[in-house]
């Protein structure tokens, strides 16, 4: 049995292209993969809270019998995320580009996944596992552009998933998604069609294992003879509630 996890990180439900895009991915890979569970965490409608993280990362330098109540239980939570990345044979992050930078939920929530001591700078208990990359940005960035280089997400996200967790990588990206809403980009429309299309398309490819383009790494990562290298029930597929709980302290 395989599990495939899926992080969103998109503020909107409707109308969100990343999410529309990781549908896409995620049916291709479900599809090839009846077998396989999809464990979901929604960052962008149910956000880790913020504060969790000082929490966690202070608690580092606190020897455990005196951390504070906080402490211990952001560091709960922490080991909570860390869990569900571990289990994972294969993952999706579908993350917009927010003000010129990383989605601020899905940098919280890498923050505090990266206080877990498996995570710690140096381990790579994710290393070279099949992942995907879905981002939309609203703009265009690319070479000769008037904002080339103001994309500050992409790249980070890059560097921490591939260099850092040492993920096996494949990035799916869209462009001019804010095309239908803004009357001043009214002209790059079929553009902006075209390429939200290719995006589906690609998603569709690179999530089956075979075919021209697919990635076999998916079914390699995930156990060529589906035997279960996690338990899981047999041909079921779960999401996950979205929401961290950080369940409140009784007042004495
Ligand atoms: C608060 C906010 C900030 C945004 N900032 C940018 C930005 O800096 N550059 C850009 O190209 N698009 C920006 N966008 C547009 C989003 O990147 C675009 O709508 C993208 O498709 C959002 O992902 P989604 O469709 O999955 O929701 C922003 C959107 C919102 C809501």
């Given at each position: ?22 549908d896409t991915l995620e049916a291709a890979i479900v599809e090839d993969l009846p077998e396989a569970h999809v464990v979901r965490r929604d960052v962008g ?124 990588l494949d990035v799916i990206e869209t462009e001019l998604t804010l095309a239908e809403v803004n009357p001043a980009m009214a002209e790059l429309r079929d553009l902006a069609r075209r390429q939200l299309l290719e995006s589906h398309e690609k998603a569709e490819r690179i999530g ?45």
């Amino acid at each position: 049995m395989s599990t495939l996890f899926r992080l969103d990180a998109s503020i909107r439900t409707g109308g969100s292209v990343t999410r529309a895009v990781a549908d896409t991915l995620e049916a291709a890979i479900v599809e090839d993969l009846p077998e396989a569970h999809v464990v979901r965490r929604d960052v962008g409608t149910f956000p880790v809270p913020a504060g969790l993280w000082g929490a966690a990362a202070l608690a580092g330098f606190v020897a455990a019998e005196e951390r504070s109540e906080e402490q211990v239980d952001a560091l709960r939570v922490a080991a909570e995320l860390a869990d569900e990345l571990v289990a994972a044979d294969a993952l999706v992050f579908a993350v917009p580009l927010y003000n010129y930078g990383v989605s601020q939920h899905f940098k919280t929530w890498f923050d505090l996944v990266s206080t877990d001591p498996r995570f710690t700078p140096g381990s790579t208990p994710l290393a070279g596992r099949p992942a995907f990359l879905v981002t939309a940005r609203g703009g265009a960035y690319g070479p000769g552009t008037p904002r080339e280089g103001w994309d500050h997400a992409t790249g980070w996200m890059r560097r921490v998933l591939e260099d850092l967790w040492g993920l096996d990588l494949d990035v799916i990206e869209t462009e001019l998604t804010l095309a239908e809403v803004n009357p001043a980009m009214a002209e790059l429309r079929d553009l902006a069609r075209r390429q939200l299309l290719e995006s589906h398309e690609k998603a569709e490819r690179i999530g089956r294992s075979d075919g021209p383009g697919g990635r076999r790494s998916v079914r390699q990562g995930i156990g060529d003879d589906g035997t279960a290298p996690r338990a899981a029930a047999p041909g079921r597929i779960v999401r996950v509630a979205a929401r961290v709980a950080v369940v409140p302290r009784a007042v004495a």
